[in-house]
């Protein structure tokens, strides 16, 4: 029984609302198998004394926190959607930075510049890369 009352007492102590940052990230996992491990216990103190149908069930709850805490959050990789057509002239200029006079050298420079952070294969993403894109298009095609 004192095992009993102490992993209640661990539990309680893990799940207390100020400790909230245990359960961020992968924490979760942690409380979900410490909870598996105390419906495990419970299933084996209440099938002991002789409660069969209350240590199944517990038995049965632990086995379900158990693929819970085994199982790794899905991560889902966000839609990126194409810039709009109808990019304007200062919201083009805003991205890349430039002044309203800007040569072609200046909207280029401040392209490859910009571009060499925001690239997916250096770690930026696709929709930052497809922003300066329209912006440097928009600006050419102004040009030209």
């Given at each position: 029984m004192i095992y009993l009352l102490l992993g209640v007492a661990v539990l309680a102590f893990l799940l207390w609302p100020r400790r909230r940052n245990l359960l961020k990230g992968d924490g979760w996992r942690v409380a979900a198998g410490v909870a598996a491990i105390v419906a495990f216990a419970f299933a084996g103190y209440a099938t002991i004394r002789g409660s069969w149908g209350t240590g199944i069930v517990l038995g049965v709850l632990g086995l379900w926190t158990v693929t819970e805490a085994r199982r790794?959050?899905?991560?889902?990789?966000q839609v990126v959607h194409p810039p709009r057509d109808d990019l304007t002239?200062?919201?083009?200029r805003a991205i890349?930075?430039?002044?309203a006079d800007a040569s072609l050298e200046e909207i280029k420079a401040a392209y490859a510049r910009l571009i060499r952070m925001a690239h997916p294969d250096v770690g930026g993403t696709e929709g930052l890369a497809a922003q300066l894109n329209a912006a440097r298009d928009r600006l050419i095609k102004r040009r030209g």
């Open positions: 790794r959050p899905v991560i889902r990789r002239l200062s919201e083009a890349l930075g430039v002044s």
